[in-house]
Structure formats: structure tokens, C-alpha cells
């Protein structure tokens, strides 16, 4: 074969098997972005066999098309994070025992229900009565179990852990939403002299937030911005990331549209 030929012959096995290798990268992507078991396990893969490379560029053909074959579908989801409690979250202190209702001595009463033996709401009934009484509570429910709970959205086949687990993480989030409000109303007002400070929220806390027009954001920011949503929704572990990195780096900042480009940037080049 002649020289020139024989670069020919080269140069289109080449465009091949590249071409075979971009079909199985879009794959693998591409089944990151919709499968969160799927993105899972390639994480755990590229760590315990690829030396933490998670890009699928960087790797041969037949490791990507070997990853596939041999994944099943049934990677086990991940369980509920335990969080750490944060500083700014205080400490939960459940209220004082009341003392006991006792009859008042006296005339025999009629046979009835004691109401020491009367049982509490379960806590699956909690989560029953906030699905009722607010959207906001239905919508985190749904979204929780979606993650943790095989999107098993009913409270009565979760367990007690389970539905604690919730409780507390919505109460942390609303915790540090509202230590964060109180932050921005005090660092808005200043200092009152003369008198004793009242509560921002007056005598009850407010129900919404006044509504704020959304910042205009270039295509290259919206860009980003939906990648560190998207990473939050679809892994714990990305979320617990983001939240560090904002509590390290944009002093507690989490709404990804608040940051500038090269923040957004940093985080998703030092996760990725």
C-alpha cells in the first residue's frame, strides 16, 4: 500500500471508533441526567475502578460499552442523608411535661375514656394533616419520598425513622430560610437607638416573602444555574456539596442564581 493510502485506511478507522466512542458517551450522559441509580453507580465504578475519573471522555470505548453491559438497572437507591446539625440551627428542646390531668375528687365519674389512655396523633397523620393544610408541605412530601422512599408517597407504609427524618429536614431548611431573613431585615435597618427592637415579622411571622423580580441572567449563567439545580435534585451527595461550598465560599448563600459565573463555575469544575 502507498503511503498516502494506507493514512487514508488509518484515518477512517480512526473517525470510526471515535465516532463509536461519542455514542457511548452521549449514553452514559445521557442516562446521568435521567437515572439517578444509574449516575450512582458509574460514580462508585469510576472510584473503585477508574481512579475517581468520572468523565466518560476520558476513558476507552471498551470500558464505557463493559460499564453498560454489566449494569442491571437495579443499582439499590441511596438512603436518607443523616445531616449534621448545622451552627445556625439551635438545637431542638422538646417543651416541659404538663402535669397530669387528674379528676377532681368528688363524685364518682361516668364510665368513659380516660383521657390519659387517649393515644396521640401518629406521625404519619402529622404528614396526612400538612398535605391538607398546605401545598408547600405536599409538594417537599412528594419530592422526598421521590429521592429516599422508592416515591412511595403514602405516610402509613413509611416507618417512624423515615417520617422523622422528614419532619426534621424541613424544619432545618425552614430554620435556616428564616435565621437568613431576619439576617437581611436586621442588616436592611440598622440598629434602633432608644428603644427596645421589635420583631421584623411584628407579632406574627409573615406568611410568604414579598415577591422580588427575578435577576435578568445571561444564557451562559441560566446555563449554569440549571446544572447546580438539577445536580441538587438528582443527588444527595451534590446537594450536601453545594451547601458546604456556599457555606465555605459565599457565606451561606444557596440560591445558585445569586452567584456570579466563575462561583457557579468553581463549584461544578471541583464537583465534576
Not at 120 to 127: E, H, Q
Request: aromatic letters at 8%; charged letters at 25%.
Amino acid at each position: 500500500l502507498k503511503p498516502t493510502l494506507a493514512q487514508a485506511i488509518a484515518a477512517r478507522i480512526l473517525a470510526a471508533a471515535m465516532s463509536g466512542k461519542a455514542e457511548l458517551v452521549d449514553q452514559i450522559k445521557s442516562l446521568q441526567r435521567t437515572d439517578p441509580g444509574f449516575k450512582q453507580a458509574w460514580q462508585d465504578h469510576c472510584e473503585q475502578h477508574l481512579a475517581g475519573v468520572k468523565d466518560p471522555n476520558r476513558h476507552e470505548p471498551d470500558v464505557l460499552e463493559e460499564f453498560l453491559t454489566n449494569y442491571s438497572g437495579d443499582y439499590a437507591a441511596p438512603q436518607a442523608p443523616v445531616r449534621p446539625v448545622r451552627a445556625a440551627v439551635r438545637a431542638y428542646q422538646a417543651p416541659p411535661q404538663r402535669p397530669a390531668v387528674r379528676a377532681p375528687v368528688g363524685r364518682p365519674h361516668a364510665a368513659g375514656p380516660s383521657l390519659s389512655a387517649a393515644p396521640g396523633p401518629s406521625l404519619a397523620d402529622v404528614v396526612k394533616t400538612g398535605q391538607r393544610l398546605s401545598p408547600s408541605w405536599k409538594q417537599a412530601w412528594q419530592s422526598y419520598c421521590g429521592l429516599y422512599g422508592n416515591s412511595v408517597n403514602d405516610p402509613s407504609r413509611h416507618d417512624d425513622s423515615f417520617t422523622r427524618g422528614f419532619i426534621d429536614y424541613v424544619g432545618e431548611l425552614a430554620g435556616l430560610a428564616l435565621e437568613e431573613f431576619v439576617a437581611e431585615q436586621r442588616s436592611a435597618r440598622g440598629p434602633m437607638v432608644g428603644s427596645k427592637r421589635s420583631s421584623s415579622f411584628g407579632d406574627h411571622p409573615p406568611a410568604k416573602r414579598q415577591a422580588t423580580p427575578a435577576p435578568v441572567m445571561s444564557p451562559e449563567k441560566t446555563e449554569l444555574v440549571d446544572k447546580v439545580k438539577a445536580l441538587q435534585r438528582s443527588n444527595p451527595d451534590a446537594k450536601q456539596a453545594w451547601w458546604d461550598f456556599c457555606d465555605q465560599e459565599a457565606k451561606g448563600v444557596k440560591d445558585p442564581s445569586r452567584h456570579e459565573v466563575d462561583s457557579l463555575e468553581t463549584f461544578l469544575l471541583t464537583y465534576e
